[in-house]
């Protein structure tokens, strides 16, 4: 009777079948607006990357709540134990150390956006490295741009053009002040402006394309533990197998089977 009974304390207790998820509070870092994935609308936030992690969480009998950080600080907190989970986060050896992966969730592709009457288009990046000049470039602080733009930007002709900016709307609102002549975006955020007529969002169109990866959801390794992280990455994958995740990208008009794997990467 025993054995029987610290069983079934232990299933109790579990993380994935906890009987009261408001026990269980997976914290994800959120700052400003990134639609359609990150959207904050009366206090609250929605959006793809937003209701793909409350399905997650639910699932595993959590709950999810929101902690407003910068990017920077948002990583220094994970790798603190603060916070648990990170949206949008490229895969890089130095980052397997911090965080598990899951996904991915999105397809990232930035392209260098302006108003092409105001513009000429770059033929590559390695234009811009030996001297092409198109004026001030709006990048956000401690984004991931791949490996030929973090080695062609080191390059004074490149780097000179180039603006370190705090978040998505900053970069929007520069651009749209004519105080830098184009910006570093997904192209999945300037079809949600245009969408939604966001103001002056029609000029803007993507000029080059910078970088293409896919981005996963960050768990981070010193909050929680390898348990927690399988039972988190099985229930991703029930999910995706059940179709659940499907009916979600579905709501944003994004087509699911060029975002998502069954695979993640712990």
């Known amino acids: 009777m025993h054995l029987i009974t610290v069983v079934l304390l232990l299933m109790v207790c579990s993380f994935a079948h906890s009987a009261e998820p408001a026990g269980c509070t997976l914290r994800m870092s959120a700052e400003t607006d990134f639609p359609p994935h990150l959207i904050k609308q009366d206090q609250q936030w929605t959006g793809l990357s937003v209701e793909l992690m409350q399905r997650l969480a639910q699932e595993v009998g959590c709950r999810l709540t929101f902690v407003h950080s910068p990017w920077l600080r948002a990583l220094q907190l ?7 989970i990170l949206s949008h986060l490229s895969v890089s050896e130095q980052r397997r150390a911090q ?32 001297g092409a000049d198109v004026g001030s470039i709006a990048t956000l602080h401690g984004a991931y741009y791949g490996e030929e733009f973090l080695r062609l930007s080191q390059l004074p002709p490149f780097a000179n053009q180039l603006v370190s900016i705090s978040s998505i709307q900053d970069k929007l609102a520069l651009l749209r002040a004519k105080r830098v002549k184009a910006i570093l975006e997904d192209i999945s955020v300037l079809h949600y402006w245009q969408q939604h007529k966001y103001p002056d969002a029609e000029r803007y169109q993507p000029l080059l394309k910078v970088y293409e990866s896919p981005v996963y959801f960050g768990f ?14 099985q229930a991703w994958q029930r999910l995706y197998q059940q179709g659940e995740l499907s009916a979600i990208y579905q709501k944003y008009q994004i087509t699911p089977d060029q975002q998502l794997t069954p695979a993640p990467l712990l």
């Open 220 to 233: 981070s390794k010193a909050s929680l533990s390898v348990n927690q992280l399988k039972q988190l990455a």
């Open 78 to 84: 994970s790798e603190q134990g603060e916070l648990d």
């Open 99 to 130: 965080f598990a992966f899951i996904g991915p969730h999105h397809i990232e592709s930035i392209y260098l956006v302006g108003d092409p009457s105001q513009v000429t288009a770059p033929a590559s990046l390695q234009q811009l490295a030996e």
